[in-house]
């Protein structure tokens, strides 16, 4: 079986904001200063190795600052680990945040073309899948609307729809179907689905351990920035 993705001792660290008492306090204090310093790098990941398989559906899961938005971003390529490789084989349609990519002052339908260019979309391609974007996320009503007056659950909806119509390889969720109506979530269940059954790739961060049991093949538990454990989603 060919691998989507591979990580490889994959870490990214942080480095926190420090604040001297002074300048003199600080040349005075030096040494202990440097080593509160060092001291003061968060690590958010440490040495992550695993492998997504092509037309798996790999869950990741774990509590909340436990690093699992930050692995999924740097999967994504929004963000360059600090040490240790990312391949990723396939067209990726990262769907990491709610609004990601939109803009206030634009209406639903002009950020759906805007969102389709930003996921590797040709104009041309989008318009003539407009119609099925907008259909979807079920928003016809305030499609032509700027989006800084839709709700988070508005901005869910026209963000996955614009997500899965791209006929993405590679399709990277992060807790999106935790939001909206229940109609709405097992539709977008439904879609992931039948990407899943169509071979699509999916990697799916969620708390929702009944959804990842249904939708995922194997799940990745983080904790601490660390890889705990990977195991078959059924056994969770």
């Not at 992550?48 to 971003?73: D, P, Q, W, Y």
């Not at 360059?80 to 639903?108: M, S, Y």
Request: charged share 25%; hydrophobic share 40%.
């Amino acid at each position: 079986m060919r691998d989507a993705i591979v990580l490889e001792n994959v870490s990214k660290v942080y480095s926190l904001s420090y604040t001297t008492t002074g300048v003199k306090n600080f040349l005075t204090h030096l040494p202990a200063y440097i080593k509160k310093m060092r001291k003061r790098r968060f690590w958010a990941l440490k040495d992550i190795s695993l492998t997504v398989h092509r037309g798996e559906a790999f869950g990741i899961t774990g509590r909340n600052g436990a690093g699992k938005s930050t692995l999924l971003c740097l999967i994504a390529g929004v963000m360059k680990p600090t040490t240790g490789d990312i391949r990723i084989e396939g067209r990726v349609a990262p769907l990491l945040e709610l609004g990601a990519g939109f803009h206030p002052e634009l209406t639903g339908r002009e950020n759906i073309i805007l969102n389709g260019v930003l996921l590797g979309m040709t104009r041309r391609e989008i318009k003539k899948k407009l119609p099925e974007i907008i259909a979807f996320s079920e928003l016809e009503e305030f499609i032509d609307q700027p989006i800084r007056t839709y709700s988070s659950g508005m901005l869910a909806r026209l963000g996955f729809s614009v997500a899965v119509h791209i006929d993405p390889e590679i399709l990277l969720i992060d807790e999106i179907l935790a939001v909206g109506d229940t109609q709405f979530q097992k539709k977008c269940l439904d879609r992931m689905l039948t990407f899943k059954k169509n071979g699509s790739t999916i990697v799916h961060v969620s708390h929702n351990i009944p959804q990842i049991k249904m939708l995922c093949d194997r799940v990745a538990l983080i904790d601490g920035g660390r890889l705990r454990e990977i195991k078959m989603a059924e056994e969770l």
